[in-house]
């Protein structure tokens, strides 16, 4: 018998409330379709006291006036207490979405701890005021928080895209709304479980837990300064647009089509492990998946047979298996839109490599890894997110042809090379319209910049990049000090 996680109230301004409404988020198994929790399903009245608990914490209360070392002292708290946690956080992401649990702990749970690590090092690491000489004379440059944050994020990740928004938000001096996905609330009562103990003034953190709509209560809301938003392109936009009204600052995570290029004299043998996990990651349920393959036409057909055997050999089954490598996607409606881009790519003439089926003896929403070969970029399966384990690969002729594919594309979240010496790959890596990108390597770092050029975003999260994110910047012109 399946255990139910229940909870019955929501964080409002650090404090457990009742929630508006009775209406019920149910959570469901992907793997076996059964209930495995409840909790209360936020409603706008919720974000309403919510707003004014962040509001009056902001504009009067301690928290934003205190000095950066007591609030890390109080941050580190809310980081050590995800780590003593971080076995049930991980479990819990996986019975949400289905991540593998042999990458949870560390892709899912400690990759939050990570981030928080990572904010406390940026934040203590720059300084709130500078002087600088000026051409009239001196100035005080200082760093002041943002104000009230507003943080929606995505099931796929969900406590590490929370942790990239509440830690640098909450050491810059913010007060926080936070509203996790439907799809995966559970984990998020870890993190308000741990917020609620951590010490924090009254009114800083609010976690609520709710659909979109709630979400764009939110977000149009008047009380709130900044969004910080993580998940699909389109809802990006309808954020955007949304905060354009009262001229809210935003940043802006949004979906990705990265492309990794094998040059000619790339190792495959060392390329192939590294790529077959940067495509199926989470059950290719990655912002960052490298979802287009692009292949030297003279080393296309060898690349597609390894690429394909190794594909095929992925362990489909139960994601707390622990030697499960690929899980259900999220949900019945995540796999109905999967297998229509199976299909669409069959009618565009890609070629099916390995996949491309429901895989038979499992029940739940699962989809087989699948490659496609002879696939053009123009192709619709190689220019759309799909968000599901389903590959491309593209044949190039020369480097120029390899950067102008990866480059076609609305999207410019990541990306990867693999040549025979890492200078030639970092001449790439130059070229290409990316936020992040790696070479010879897979690797994802929250301690360097990571965000999104064209249509996969707006501003940086991790780094001092993303923790100025959360602070404004204001001059004071100092009299000059006065002649001898
Ligand atoms: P989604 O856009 O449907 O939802 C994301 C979150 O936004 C959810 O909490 C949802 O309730 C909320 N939301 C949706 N519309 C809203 C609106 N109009 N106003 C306010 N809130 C709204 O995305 P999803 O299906 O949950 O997640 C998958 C997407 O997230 C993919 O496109 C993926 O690439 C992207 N993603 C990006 C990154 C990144 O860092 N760039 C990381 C992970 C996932």
């Known amino acids: 018998m399946t255990t139910i996680v229940e909870h019955h109230r929501i964080l409002v301004g650090g404090t457990w409330a009742e929630p508006a409404t009775t209406a019920v988020i149910e959570v469901v198994s992907p793997h076996s379709g059964e209930v495995i929790g409840r909790v209360p399903h936020a409603a706008p009245d919720d974000v309403d006291r919510a707003v004014a608990a962040a509001r009056a914490a902001f504009d009067d209360g301690p928290w934003p006036r205190m000095s950066l070392a007591e609030r890390a002292e109080i941050v580190t708290r809310i980081r050590d207490g995800l780590l003593a ?39 203590q690491a720059l300084p709130a005021e500078e002087e600088r000489a000026g051409l009239t004379g001196p100035m005080l440059v200082r760093r002041e928080p943002v104000g009230v944050v507003a943080a929606i994020t995505p099931w796929n990740v969900p406590q590490m895209l929370l942790a990239a928004k509440l830690a640098p938000a909450l050491l810059a001096g913010c007060t926080v709304i936070a509203k996790p996905s439907p799809e995966a609330p559970l984990d998020a009562y870890v993190l308000a479980e741990v917020c609620a103990e951590a010490g924090l003034p009254d009114g800083v953190v609010s976690i609520l837990p709710a659909g979109r709509e709630t979400g764009a209560h939110l977000v149009a809301h008047p009380g709130v300064d900044k969004v910080a938003f993580t998940g699909s392109a389109a809802a990006g936009r309808q954020i955007m647009a949304a905060a354009a009204e009262n001229l809210t600052r935003i940043t802006l995570e949004l979906g990705g089509k990265s492309a990794a290029i094998l040059l000619e004299d790339a190792d495959l043998d060392a390329a192939i492990p590294d790529l077959i996990a940067g495509a199926f990651v989470n059950n290719g349920q990655a912002c960052v998946a490298l979802t287009r393959i692009l292949v030297p036409a003279s080393r296309y057909d060898e690349t597609a047979d390894r690429l394909a055997a190794a594909v095929a050999a992925l362990r489909v089954g139960d994601p707390l298996d622990p030697t499960t490598e690929i899980g259900p996607l999220v949900s019945e409606a995540q796999r109905t839109r999967v297998l229509d881009y199976i299909r669409l790519g069959l009618d565009e003439g890609a070629k099916p490599l390995a996949g491309g089926r429901v895989p038979e003896g499992l029940s739940g929403w699962y989809v087989e890894p699948t490659l496609f070969g002879d696939v053009d970029n123009g192709m619709r399966i190689a220019r759309e997110e799909i968000f599901g384990p389903v590959v491309c690969l593209i044949r190039y002729a020369d480097e120029d042809d390899a950067v102008r594919i990866a480059n076609d594309s609305p999207f410019g979240l990541s990306g990867a090379v693999w040549a025979g010496d890492v200078t030639r790959g970092l001449d790439v890596a130059r070229r290409i319209r990316t936020g992040t990108f790696t070479v010879n390597c897979r690797r994802f770092d929250v301690a360097g910049p990571f965000g999104g050029y064209k249509h996969s975003g707006i501003g940086r999260e991790f780094g001092p990049e993303g923790y100025t994110a959360y602070l404004e910047t204001k001059t004071v012109h100092l009299p000059k000090p006065p002649k001898d």
């Open 85 to 123: 946690r971080h076995k049930e956080i991980a479990e819990l992401v996986t019975r949400q979405n289905g991540c593998p649990i042999a990458i949870s702990p560390r892709g899912q749970a400690l990759s939050a701890v990570a981030v928080f690590t990572a904010a406390l090092a940026v934040a």
